[in-house]
């Protein structure tokens, strides 16, 4: 039984999920767990991919690596650009990010991708690859879509999962007491 639930922030990278996380982690105190930090400090891949310059993901070494530090305990903020590998029994609700093409191009062109990179990353957007991940690996209601255009949008998908979390530690200290 976990006192404090395990929230994935997913969708394509550039959508926001590190800039959420990090501001969820500071007004919460749930802990920030950025996969791609994980995969890289604990070496949980088979190597790098020159083409797309990413990790090639180990996925049973990210688990254990992430069953090592009790993430299933509960209290985590997971941020990463993928979300089916893992058990549905560790999570609580799948924030899947969205954005609009033109604000993502401008972000993904700030980080200097290359091509390849950035029409992949664009492709994904526009076909909802994350969405369609979420919702075909978890309950469809603890999948929820967020837009994260701009900081107003950002401040309010802050608020309403915040309220979320305050929620759900109610409910499930109500249900320890019953
Ligand atoms: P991800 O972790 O999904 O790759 P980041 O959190 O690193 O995305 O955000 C990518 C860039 O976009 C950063 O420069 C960040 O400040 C900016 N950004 C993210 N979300 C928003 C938003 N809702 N409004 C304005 N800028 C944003």
Not at 123 to 146: F, H, K, N, T
């Amino acid at each position: 039984m976990r006192t404090d639930p395990n929230i994935i922030i997913t969708g394509t990278p550039g959508t926001g999920k590190t800039t959420h996380s990090e501001a969820l982690a500071e007004r919460t105190g749930l802990r920030h767990i950025s996969v791609n930090q994980v995969v890289k400090d604990r070496e949980c891949h088979e190597g790098w991919d020159e083409e797309f310059s990413s990790w090639i993901v180990d996925d049973d070494k990210l688990l254990d690596a992430l069953e090592e530090d009790n993430v299933k305990a509960g209290g985590c903020i997971i941020d990463w650009h993928g979300c089916e590998i893992f058990p549905e029994s560790w999570i609580d609700l799948v924030v899947v990010l969205r954005v609009d093409s033109s604000t993502l191009y401008d972000r993904l062109s700030e980080r200097k991708y290359s091509e390849t990179k950035l029409q992949e990353n664009l492709d994904s957007e526009i076909m909802e690859v994350l969405l369609q991940e979420a919702r075909d690996s978890y309950d469809e209601q603890i999948v929820v879509e967020l837009t994260s255009n701009s900081v107003d949008d950002m401040e309010s998908n802050i608020d309403r999962i915040e309220a979320w979390i305050t929620q759900w530690k109610k409910d499930h200290a109500d249900e320890s007491e019953a």
